[in-house]
């Protein structure tokens, strides 16, 4: 959880007490405002030495210029942020973002001043005060200080403060589930992290092999079949609309660890298939943020959780296996196990709910990262206007996404000579293929879109709000559709 925040009405008097860091807004004309002219008096003239230097003027927006152990003051450091007060939100997150990484584990006291976004402000450094520190002895060396965040319109600017921690917390929700190993989340245990939401307001339902047997969804057993860990199906409700509103869908790939099954993949690399379980983290956070904000709609998230191993009982490569629609799939290779999972949740969700539109996220294919790196998902659709909402909804979170093409060409990859359809479609085009085969499984009637988040879950390097390791891409994007395009007034 996002560590302790404390949020005040700007209060300069606090100045003189803090040992750990002070932040403040200095604007890119090197003006002074209130609280940096009082810091300015204080370390007798340092701030405004910062302005006149020579190259101040190539200072780029976001760019953090720090006084270490500045005279006049008990802090430790004093931390000035470039940063026009009426920057654009992703400007102020960045600068947030910026903000965090120097940070350290000290006590930060933040002076916000007037900055128009402040809220973006603050979440950038919430978003990025981020440690996955549940299996380290030593926790106190890494572990962030309190944030004392203060504004001159505090009042107003609360709410909307309280909103970003909801939607952090929900984020490092996220986080937490992806960097968690194999051994820890299980699929009991997984579902078990999902029936604590319960208290927020979610209503969780979890369905256990014999109940997905009945309802007929081969596939996903199919998966899970040569491991020890139980397969399951989590169904997530949040009814904060009109009681006669259809819901919208959310549906996660939540493969707890991957071996590929048979098709075994190579050891290099395999322990961070820990992640693949990512789609299924992005439904929980995005459920958990808008029971956290009482968001005014009805939204189902379904998730499909499942382990991938190699055993007596294991599915083979060349077996034949029946969804829950009735399509028969051969399946030519064990590793393209994630559409299958899908396949059976998402026609499950559509039977059931009926819902006004549908998303599915999966760590699905290698290929989108050849395709796109770490910098964007891959985004499918059969809706122009849904596809459109997200993208831009993406954009507006600064988390990337980019369309991807579909079309009946591909289909014919997907051809089998024993069976409905193949699971796979061979090297080309492979995220493509991907997407086409989870299409079969969406009625003609439902908007609905694929975003294949393999690049973008987990990352060996800091993104833009993240350090190294797992992401939570995709909980602020859906957050955001949510609210744009499917609350109610």
């Not at 003051?73 to 960045?94: F, G, Y």
């Not at 245990?189 to 081969?218: C, K, N, Q, S, Y």
Request: proline letters at 4%; hydrophobic letters at 45%.
């Amino acid at each position: 959880m996002p560590e302790n925040f404390e949020f005040l009405e700007t209060n300069l008097d606090l100045i003189p007490e803090v040992t750990g860091r002070i932040a403040a807004i200095l604007a890119p004309d090197g003006g002074l405002d209130q609280v940096t002219r009082r810091l300015n008096k204080l370390t007798k003239g340092a701030v405004l030495r910062v302005t006149q230097d020579a190259d101040f003027h190539k200072r780029k927006s976001g760019e953090v210029i720090t006084l270490a152990y500045p005279m006049g003051v008990q802090a430790k450091a004093i931390d000035l942020v470039v940063l026009d007060k009426r920057a654009e939100r992703n400007a102020a997150r960045r600068a947030g973002v910026s903000l965090a990484k120097l940070r350290g584990n000290e006590e930060l006291l933040v002076l916000a001043g007037a900055l128009r976004f402040a809220d973006s402000f603050f979440q950038g450094i919430a978003l990025r005060s981020y440690n996955f520190l549940a299996h380290k002895e030593k926790k106190d060396d890494s572990s962030f200080g309190k944030v004392t965040f203060s504004h001159n319109k505090m009042e107003t600017l609360k709410p909307l403060l309280e909103t970003s921690v909801a939607i952090t917390e929900a984020v490092f929700f996220t986080r937490d589930l992806v960097n968690e190993p194999a051994n820890i989340l299980t699929t009991t245990t997984f579902a078990e992290r999902l029936m604590d939401l319960v208290p927020l307001g979610l209503e969780v339902e979890v369905l256990d092999e014999a109940e997905l047997a009945d309802l007929g969804m081969r596939a996903l057993l199919g998966v899970g079949q040569g491991s020890a860990s139980p397969s399951k199906v989590v169904v997530m409700q949040w009814n904060g609309g009109a009681p006669d509103q259809q819901p919208f869908a959310l549906v996660g790939k939540g493969v707890v660890f991957d071996t590929g099954g048979i098709s075994l993949k190579p050891g290099a690399g395999m322990q961070d298939m820990t992640m693949d379980m990512g789609g299924a983290a992005v439904v929980a956070g995005t459920m958990m943020a808008l029971a956290s904000r009482k968001a005014k709609a009805n939204v189902v998230g379904l998730v499909g959780l499942v382990e991938n191993m190699p055993s007596g009982t294991a599915i083979r490569p060349g077996d034949v296996i029946t969804s829950m629609k009735g399509d028969t799939i051969e399946v030519l290779n064990t590793d393209a196990e994630g559409r299958l999972v899908l396949c059976d949740v998402m026609w499950y969700t559509q039977e059931r709910f009926n819902p006004v539109a549908m998303i599915d996220l999966a760590t699905l294919t290698g290929a989108i990262i050849v395709g796109l790196g770490h910098e964007n998902a891959g985004v499918f659709s059969n809706d122009d206007a849904l596809c459109d909402a997200l993208l831009g909804a993406a954009k507006s979170e600064n988390e990337g996404a980019w369309r991807m093409p579909l079309g009946a060409a591909y289909n014919k990859l997907l051809k089998s000579r024993i069976a409905d359809m193949a699971n796979i479609g061979g090297r080309p085009a492979g995220s493509i293929t991907a997407a086409q085969f989870l299409q079969r499984f969406v009625k003609d009637s439902t908007p609905w879109a694929h975003i294949d988040i393999a690049g973008v879950a987990y990352i060996k390097s800091d993104s833009d709000h993240a350090p190294a390791g797992a992401t939570g891409w995709g909980v602020m994007t859906l957050n955001r559709l949510i609210s744009d395009q499917f609350e109610s007034p």
